[in-house]
Structures are given as structure tokens and as C-alpha cells.
């Protein structure tokens, strides 16, 4: 039961087909069914015929066998996972799946796996997040920022990575979910992985009466990190070092420089003894023990994170009797008779205790989400997955919150819980399956001492000015850069605005009509430069891309007739730019995002902005800019700044000048 459970497929009796699974919401009185489980591939269920295994804590943990996937498994993850990946781009069975296909096969047979493509890879990762049935916040799935570290073949190239990534997500307090994915697994023998089960933890030390000073459930791994050679302050709040092993070596440890870690003091809105107990909690959950399972490629190291839900840190770190355990120190600053449960002294601390995390990070300006918005937002999530997909996996005993969780609408909705691929999977702690190559456990043998790598040694990948942050992330993160033209000055524009970007990001600019517009969905900075022609028309060369975006919007808003939209011209862009003027003026802030609906759309993980050209000496003035930037953001897309105009009649190259670097 705790190996990795075999992939199942669902049967299809084509006579007597599989029936969907009625589901109930209590409180609403309506039903929804199921159907999605039937038609995917998944991991067999733990539960058993005679009993329901379902609230087991650790299930599908993937175990460590020093050995490759076999080839005919891989190759039946990739089939799947391929099917998927094309369906969800609109060319299934196309000419291109066929022949990525074909490559595939050729590559496992040759060498036993394979090679994601990047679009491949994100698409993977968000899918993932998407299958996790024990998340609560699903539906920011399709918000994720994924970080390639494919390419990195040593733990100080990790350590560089995750520092990136630490930056990248805590964004002064304004969370960004993220992904950093590094090599694959091959023969199990030579795995890259991060030992923290989370980036970010607070180390424990076991005194010898038994007493423990940090957190407890930390105790274990900050014994492995002492052996490594690492001496903490012996606080209750020790951030751990990272440990990270590469391509299956004996792990290394680092130390987090402390100005990446940013800390919430915590403090009560009416009781000031709270502050006087010096509490804090770190601001960004980045879970790192997992493996990102994805067309048979097993990614041991590929730590993630969101924003905290509130009972996460309030109820379960610092209440838990297993964690810091303060519900009765609570309860005894407030004066509360703790003698008889009867008094629900428990229930009155643990409210409270969650009421200062909320009140804390919110005057700090951290993200965080209480469990009613997050309950609210899952329910929003299933009807859009029922719609979408027909069907939404979900554990019911992680869904609901763990305190108040009647008067939440998750517990009274009806669930069925399976999992999909591609999956994020629990894998055994590295520390009690690595095979040592200098001795057991990492205790010193004579041999040549570990090294710990101290903060100038390390000073390139910690040294965060803003030159070495960007060339860091310069390998990472896209800057996609569309022009359309009929003079040729959308081109110039774009270019020069290529050249700026490319300062700090992987920049690249095409023509519009040389875009493939199944990649748009995955883009994460989109800049458009785009000219109006005569009476408010595209330019030629722009005309696809309109029509491209007006099919996305139609399909979106099911909006399309029989499958086939009207073509567009001159009076339509002018009546979508009237019909858009309502449209919200959407912020980088995803804290005003988690509960906005109309944010999640296909292009709901784009960040974009738009350079308008046109002349005023002609009537609808850069209508097709203003067209292209109102249709971004009605299919999700965040505006980075409002819609930036040049004029050809007047001060044309001085409004470029000013918008480019403000929108950099």
C-alpha cells in the first residue's frame, strides 16, 4: 500500500456505459455528476473493499526503488499525458500531436525516456495543481509561475534557483504562486532533491528532559542537518538551512540569507499580551518534499508554493498539541476556565488565535486568505470544473476547513475523490533512503570534510541587486513582444522594446500573424504594440491575431454558433470598445484577485500591457489597440497600466519613450 500505486484505466463498455456519480450539495438542494473520473487515467484508490482508507494521511507515496520507470509505463503516461496536452490547445489528433508522438516514442525506446517541451512542462504543472485533490485553492490553477531548472546539474545551482524562487514568491508580501522544476528522475539512482519538506521552516531541538524549543515536527530533520555540520541558535524560531542533493550525491547545506525570509510578527487586534509573546510565522508555504509526476517523468526535486489560508498557521502550527501547542497558553492570557471542555475554552482560544494570524498579515500587507473566502472560492471552482471538465476531484476531509467547518459551504457539498495524472505525489523523506556515498548518515568518516558553503561564497546567487536579480531570472521568466503594422513603426517600437526587456527577461518579438496562438494561453508577460489602419481596421498583418482572440472570447463566453464566429470588421471593434468600457481595472495584487470571478479566464495567467498607434486625423483613433487590450482582459488577462496611445499627428515617439520603461 505504500509504493506507488499502479496507473488504472477507466474501462469504457461501450454497450453498457460507466454512469457519472451523483453528488449532492445539502444546503443548495442540487446535484451535480461526475463523469471525469471515467475518462482519465489514475491512481488506483488505497480504500479497500472492506474499508474506506480515504482520511490515511500519507497515500500514492511514490517509493524510492534505485531504479527507472519501466519503458512500457512511461510510455503510457506520455500517450496520456500528450492527449491531454493537445486537446487543450485545440489540436488533437492534429498532424503536430501525431508527430511529437512519434518523436516520443523514438526517444523512450532509444533511451528509456524523454524530454518535455517548456509549453509541455507548464502546462504539466498547472494541470497537476488543478488534479490536487486535497487543495482548497484550486482555483488559482492556472496562476502559476513555472521556473525551468532542467538544466541545473549542481545543489549551488539549486540553491540558486530556490533562492529565486523565494524572491520571486514573497514579492514584498504580495505572494505569487510559483514552480521550480529540476532534473528527472533516470535509473533512481542519481535524483536531485530538496530534503526540506517545506523551503521555509522553524528548526527543533529536543532537549534532554524531552522538552523540545522550535517546532516538533522539525525535530528529526534538524538532527540530519546537525550531522551535516549545521549549528543553529537554539531559538524557537531557527529558519533551517536548505539540504539539496544533485543527480544522487551526498547533500550539501546552505543557509538562507535572512533578507529573504520575510516574518509576520503576530499580534491580536484587542489583546495586547498576544504581541508580548513574540510569535511570528514565516509568509510564504512552499512545499518541497513532494515529486511532480507528469507524462511518466518522475520530478524529484520541484518545490511550489501558494498563500497561506489563515487555520493553516492559526489552528494547525501554532495549536496543534503535535506543534507549538499555545491553545491552552491562549485560553490562560484570556482567563478562560480550562479545567472542563464544557466551557469551550479550546473553541474560544482557537478563534482567536486565528483572528490575530489574519490581522497580522494583513497589516503587514502579506497575502493570506481566510477559510471562508477560500471555502467560497473552492465552491466556485467545482461549477466551473463541472462545466469545464464534467468533473473535480476533491478530498473531502482536506477540503473543509479545520475549524467551523459546517457554516462553511464546502461541507455540505458531496465529493469524489480520485486522482489524476499528471499528480503531485508524496515521496519518502530523502534523508531515510539516500544511499550515502561518505559514510552513513553524513557523519564525518576521515575522509575529506563536507564544506559548508558560507554567504560570500555563495555572494552571486544571494547578492540580490537588481543587475544580478535580473540576469538570474533572465533564463526564466518570457517577455513576448507582438507588433502589428502597416508602416513599419509598430516594428521599430517593438524592437527597442525588446531591447529594454531584455535587461531582465528572456525577451523575444514577432509579427502577429507569426505567432502560434496556442501559446498565448501559457505566456506569462505579453507586450503588444499594435497600429490601427484607416478607419479603425487591423493592419494586415494583424488581422488573424484579431480574429484568433475573437474566437478565444467566443468560445470563452460560449458564445459561438455552431461552432463558427462572425468575421470581424472596423464597426465591431468600435462596438467591443463601447461594450468594454465597464471592464474593472485589474492590479498585480492576487490578494484582490482570490475571490474575483471574472479573473479566471483562459488567459487568466498573463500579465500584459498595450502601445497603441494610430492617427487622430482619422476617426476610431487606435481602435485596434484599444480593441486588443479590452479583449486581453476580458478573457483574464492582468493589466500591467492602462492603454498607453501614441499619436502619428503629435508626440508619437515621446508617449513610447515615457510608456516603455514605466511598463518595465
Known sequence: RRGMAKPQVAEVDVNHPKKPLRLRNLTARTESFDALHHSQVYQASVCTKEACLGSVLMQHIAKTTFTARPKDEVLFHAKDFLEQYFASIKRANS????????????????????QLTETELVYGAKLAWRNSARCIGRIQWSKLQVFDCRGVTTTSGMFEAICNHIKYSTNKGNIRSAITVFPQRTDGKHDYKVWNQQLLAYAGYKNADGTIIGDPINVEFTEVCAKLGWKGKGSKWDILPLVLSANGHDPDYFDIPPELVMEVPLVHPEYDWFAEL??????????????????????TAAPFNGWYMSTEIGARDLCDVTRYNLLETFANKMGLDTRTPVTLWKDKALIEANLAVLHSFQINNVT??????????????????????????????????????????????????????????YQDPAWKVHAWKKGKDGVKTGKKPRRKFHFKQIARAVKFTSKLFGSALSRRIKATILYATETGKSEQFAKKLSEIFSHAFHSQYCCMEDYDMSSIEHEALLLVVASTFGNGDPPENGQSFAQSLY???????????????????????????SQSDHLLERTGSMRESVTDNDSFGPLSNVRFAVFALGSSAYPNFCAYGAYVDNLLGELGGEKLMKLTTGDEMCGQQQAFVKWAPEVF
Open 95 to 114: 498532424q503536430a500531436h501525431a508527430a511529437r508522438w512519434g518523436q516520443v516514442q523514438e526517444e523512450i525506446q532509444a533511451t528509456g525516456t524523454y
Open 278 to 299: 513574540e510569535l511570528r510565522w514565516y509568509a510564504v508555504p512552499a512545499v518541497s518534499g513532494m515529486m511532480f509526476d507528469c507524462g511518466g517523468l518522475q520530478f
Open 551 to 577: 474566437t478565444l472570447k467566443m468560445e470563452h463566453t460560449g458564445g459561438m454558433a455552431n461552432g463558427h464566429s462572425s468575421p470581424l470588421n472596423s464597426a465591431s471593434f468600435i462596438k467591443a470598445n
Open 368 to 425: 493570506i486568505v481566510d477559510h471562508h473566502t477560500a471555502a467560497e472560492s473552492f465552491m466556485k471552482h467545482y461549477e466551473n470544473e463541472q462545466r469545464l471538465r464534467q468533473g473535480c476531484p476533491a478530498d473531502w476531509a482536506w477540503i473543509v476547513p479545520p475549524i467551523s467547518g459546517s457554516i462553511t459551504p464546502v461541507f455540505h457539498q458531496e465529493m469524489a475523490h480520485y486522482n489524476l495524472f499528471p499528480t503531485y505525489s
